[in-house]
């Protein structure tokens, strides 16, 4: 083969494989379209910023959408028929929604999957201490973070504290215009000469992740002018009188210090969306409005929203307890069909998009993706055959009949998709919720949105790789397999 000709070969080759920027085939209704899903999304962002707000709102929603507590329907021994819409609630993090179908759940489900808790700094169980004048909170960090980036931004605490009596006390600080914000401290400029000849991964240590969350004495009574750590005491007293907490509450809390502020546009041409929590909500809340939407399903469609995934999807909420199976069989059960054998049919024929953000390509590192397997912000949904690392180690690893399938059910949508890897082979990688449903022996892949500064405290995403994505799951859907 001579030069030219394989020049010329590879270029008809970019040109098939070339994937289109979807803002090129808007017009003006789909730009309005466009932008009506963004701004749900903007505001589901600044809403939820913690997978248990995540679990209430899309409840909230659900629930708007006719759907009922599976919970309430066997207490009422009610039954369930195609066209009924179910949810099930675990320990207020994770969330499953079913929208019964025409066919028998043994013949499989449409799953939509996607996680609602993202990286974050958690509050120690004993977090609160004084020292060098101020009052400051410890915190063990959640999820993947390259923790300098956490450094001198402002941080609001949303969570719930449990009382020994079982009451609950919710709190959101830092998140209303008039609302005190907290942060963490970084050294001044003039005095990192030593701080920055270390390596980026220890410039700021998780355990000097420390939020300042005060600076003011007690006033001096007689008797406690002896008293040491004044400062500590006033933000004691402060928490009791303004929120009805003792210190020893803390040891049944979860507090989770996020970026404060809400998810706005990003670029002069507003044509992305920046806001904490991205990964993953941004596939749970396309996924959400795509299950929402649906009407009169041929399967029944799934829409499950896990939690602990940044963490390995470990705990009793995360992906890897029984908790998907057991709805699915309690639903089954309210049908009237249930077996075990039927169950496994259901969940083994079942078809899932396991959905998680992707890496988009970024000019300022652009060595660390291979660019014609990478993900583009703008060119629509990703899919990822495989995940992992390390020679795909870790990953699901859909099948080619599958994809094959999806092709057909994307293009037939006009929907804008795009195939990606995250980096370049030795470059690292990650794993998702799909290795775990593939153990039912389901076909399900890695799908979802491309974003920029992953797990940083500000994501970036397009607005029409958002609405592509949620456009890719309506059909996903409406498949008749
Ligand atoms: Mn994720
Ligand atoms: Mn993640």
């Given at each position: 083969?001579?030069?030219?000709?394989?020049?010329?070969?590879?270029?008809?080759?970019?040109?098939?494989?070339?994937?289109?920027?979807?803002?090129?085939?808007?017009?003006?209704?789909?730009?309005?379209?466009?932008?009506?899903?963004?701004?749900?999304?903007?505001?589901?962002?600044?809403e939820a910023k913690t997978e248990r707000e995540c679990a209430v709102l899309a409840v909230k929603m659900a629930k708007?959408?006719?759907y009922r507590s599976l919970e309430e329907l066997q207490r009422e021994g009610?039954?369930?028929?195609?066209?009924?819409?179910v949810y099930a609630v675990h320990k207020k993090k994770l969330v499953i929604l079913?929208?019964?179908?025409?066919?028998?759940?043994?013949?499989?489900?449409?799953?939509?999957?996607?996680h609602i808790d993202s990286?974050r700094l958690d509050l120690k169980q004993n977090p609160l201490y004084?020292?060098?004048?101020?009052a400051?909170l410890e915190t063990h960090?959640y999820?993947?973070?390259?923790?300098?980036?956490?450094?001198?931004?402002?941080?609001a605490l949303h969570g719930v504290v449990v009382k020994k009596d079982g009451s609950v006390i919710e709190l959101a600080i830092g998140e209303k215009?008039?609302d005190?914000?907290l942060?963490?401290?970084?050294?001044?400029?003039?005095?990192?000469?030593?701080?920055?000849?270390?390596?980026?991964?220890?410039?700021?240590?998780?355990?000097?992740?420390?939020i300042?969350v005060?600076?003011?004495?007690?006033?001096?009574?007689?008797?406690?002018?002896?008293?040491?750590?004044?400062?500590r005491s006033?933000l004691l007293k402060l928490l009791e009188e303004n929120y009805g907490i003792e210190e020893e509450d803390f040891l049944s809390a979860e507090l989770e210090a996020v970026?404060?502020?809400?998810?706005?546009?990003?670029?002069?041409?507003?044509?992305?969306?920046?806001?904490?929590?991205?990964?993953?909500?941004?596939?749970?809340?396309?996924?959400?409005?795509?299950?929402?939407?649906?009407?009169?399903?041929?399967?029944?469609?799934?829409?499950?929203l896990t939690d602990k995934?940044e963490i390995?999807?470990v705990g009793a909420t995360g992906m890897q307890s029984r908790y998907f199976?057991n709805s699915?069989?309690e639903?089954?059960?309210?049908?009237?069909?249930?077996?075990?054998?039927?169950?496994?049919?259901?969940?083994?024929?079942?078809?899932?998009?396991?959905?998680?953000?992707?890496?988009?390509?970024?000019?300022?590192?652009?060595?660390?993706?291979?660019?014609?397997?990478?993900?583009?912000?703008?060119?629509?949904?990703?899919?990822?055959?495989?995940?992992?690392?390390?020679?795909?180690?870790?990953?699901?690893?859909?099948?080619?009949?599958?994809?094959?399938?999806?092709?057909?059910?994307?293009?037939?949508?006009?929907?804008?998709?795009?195939?990606?890897?995250?980096?370049?082979?030795?470059?690292?990688?990650?794993?998702?919720?799909?290795?775990?449903?593939?153990?039912?022996?389901?076909?399900?892949?890695?799908?979802?949105?491309?974003?920029?500064?992953?797990?940083?405290?500000?994501?970036?995403?397009?607005?029409?790789?958002?609405?592509?994505?949620?456009?890719?799951?309506?059909?996903?859907?409406?498949?008749?397999?």
């Open positions: 083969m001579d030069g030219e000709e394989n020049d010329g070969n590879r270029e008809e080759n970019l040109l098939i494989m070339e994937r289109k920027n979807a803002w090129n085939t808007y017009n003006e209704t789909d730009v309005e379209k466009l932008e009506k899903v963004a701004k749900g999304y903007k505001n589901f962002l600044s708007e959408k006719g009610q039954t369930l028929k195609a066209g009924d819409k079913y929208h019964i179908g025409k066919k028998p759940l043994e013949e499989g489900m449409n799953i939509l999957g996607a990286p004084e020292d060098g004048e101020m400051l960090y999820g993947g973070i390259k923790k300098y980036q956490w450094a001198a931004i402002p941080l215009p008039g005190p914000v942060g963490i401290s970084d050294l001044l400029i003039h005095l990192s000469s030593e701080q920055l000849q270390k390596k980026a991964a220890v410039v700021v240590e998780g355990e000097n992740l420390n300042i005060g600076s003011r004495p007690a006033e001096d009574s007689e008797d406690d002018k002896e008293k040491k750590e004044k400062i006033a970026p404060a502020g809400p998810a706005r546009d990003f670029g002069l041409d507003r044509s992305m969306v920046m806001g904490y929590g991205q990964d993953d909500r941004i596939c749970a809340f396309t996924s959400l409005l795509a299950q929402l939407e649906a009407e009169d399903p041929l399967y029944t469609s799934v829409c499950l995934e390995g999807s199976e699915t069989a639903v089954m059960q309210l049908m009237g069909g249930y077996s075990d054998l039927a169950l496994r049919r259901c969940l083994q024929r079942s078809h899932m998009l396991s959905s998680d953000v992707s890496a988009a390509f970024d000019p300022n590192y652009a060595s660390a993706f291979e660019k014609k397997n990478t993900a583009y912000l703008g060119k629509g949904m990703v899919f990822n055959k495989y995940t992992g690392s390390r020679g795909k180690s870790g990953s699901n690893d859909a099948c080619a009949e599958y994809i094959g399938e999806l092709r057909r059910i994307l293009d037939d949508a006009g929907v804008c998709w795009q195939t990606a890897e995250v980096g370049k082979v030795d470059q690292g990688g990650g794993g998702t919720i799909a290795w775990i449903v593939a153990n039912y022996g389901m076909d399900v892949i890695d799908s979802g949105v491309a974003l920029l500064n992953m797990h940083s405290p500000w994501e970036v995403s397009s607005k029409a790789d958002i609405y592509e994505t949620y456009k890719g799951y309506k059909a996903f859907l409406s498949t008749d397999w």
